[in-house]
């Protein structure tokens, strides 16, 4: 039975806004390897919001099957403009459906639930995105590693565009790396020799008679991008914890660009804050 008609009917939804940040967050308790991270959680979430660095900027939060204490500090303390919450469904599943779920145009930033933002972090990869021609997603992360795949298409642009110029060198400072080695619990030393023979893939490309530069590499641990452009790439998996290579494989098999500033913008935590994070976080006023 029905009397009346609801009063929605013939109604039009809020706009989505132009740009949403975004985390997936999952804490499902707080004991062995997850003893530590609800303070790293609150930390990804805090900086991200605050060293945005841009106006009429929403927050959406996707928690996949975390513990009370993370649920009530995001309904009752963080509040972000929207927010889901599920069992866990895989961070794969729940990054496609909050992409296919915005409008075409829709910038989404997109970030584990581990990293660490710097001020104007959103700002300075938004301007990559605009410039650029034909972007798939844009990093505030540069790490050597992510050279080593994903990056055909967009070498291969920056060879042929005649308003791009190529260089090939070591250009991430190695503190960046000893910071991402100490975040993955891997040996400093270990990885320095890892990564001896590696090289990054820098390009400068001018516009308007401005220069631009980014490296050509992303990482899929924090970017941004047009949700309709990576929507049709998005495939849904039914593993808690996928490889997100493939991810990044189809971003390249499209021809589309995968940039990273060439200033860290955000920096992976880990499972536990170092020294290091929490000096920055208490000067920001996080802690």
């Known amino acids: 039975m029905r009397v ?95 992409l296919k779920m915005l409008p075409e145009n829709t910038i989404l930033a997109m970030c584990d639930d581990d990293m660490y933002f710097y001020q104007d972090w959103l700002k300075e990869s938004v301007k990559l995105l605009r410039v650029f021609p034909r972007v798939g997603v844009v990093s505030g992360y540069p790490v050597r590693a992510n050279f080593r795949w994903a990056t055909i298409k967009s070498i291969e642009w920056a060879r042929k565009c005649e308003d791009a110029e190529l260089e090939i060198g070591r250009f991430i400072p190695d503190r960046w790396e000893d910071d991402y080695a100490i975040s993955l619990g891997r040996d400093i030393d270990f990885h320095r020799t890892y990564m001896m023979n590696d090289m990054d893939y820098r390009v400068t490309y001018t516009k308007y008679d401005k220069k631009y530069q980014a490296f050509l590499t992303a990482h899929h641990c924090q970017w941004l991008g047009y949700a309709g452009r990576l929507s049709k790439l998005m495939k849904y998996d039914y593993q808690a914890m996928a490889d997100d290579k493939p991810f990044d494989n189809s971003i390249d098999n499209a021809g589309l660009l995968r940039l990273a500033t060439t200033q860290r913008y955000v920096r992976h935590i880990g499972n536990v804050l170092d020294d290091d994070i929490k000096d920055h976080a208490h000067v920001m006023g996080y802690m």
């Open 4 to 98: 009346g008609n609801n009063p929605l009917r013939g109604k039009n939804i809020d706009s989505f806004p132009p740009i949403i940040i975004s985390v997936i967050t999952h804490l499902p308790h707080q004991g062995g390897y997850h003893a530590k991270r609800l303070q790293v959680v609150k930390l990804c979430l805090l900086s991200m919001r605050e060293a945005c660095g841009m106006d009429n900027v929403k927050v959406m939060v996707w928690d996949n099957g975390s513990c009370d204490e993370l649920l009530r500090w995001l309904h009752y303390d963080y509040r972000p403009d929207y927010i889901m919450t599920s069992p866990n469904v895989g961070k794969i599943n729940a990054r496609t459906a909050m």
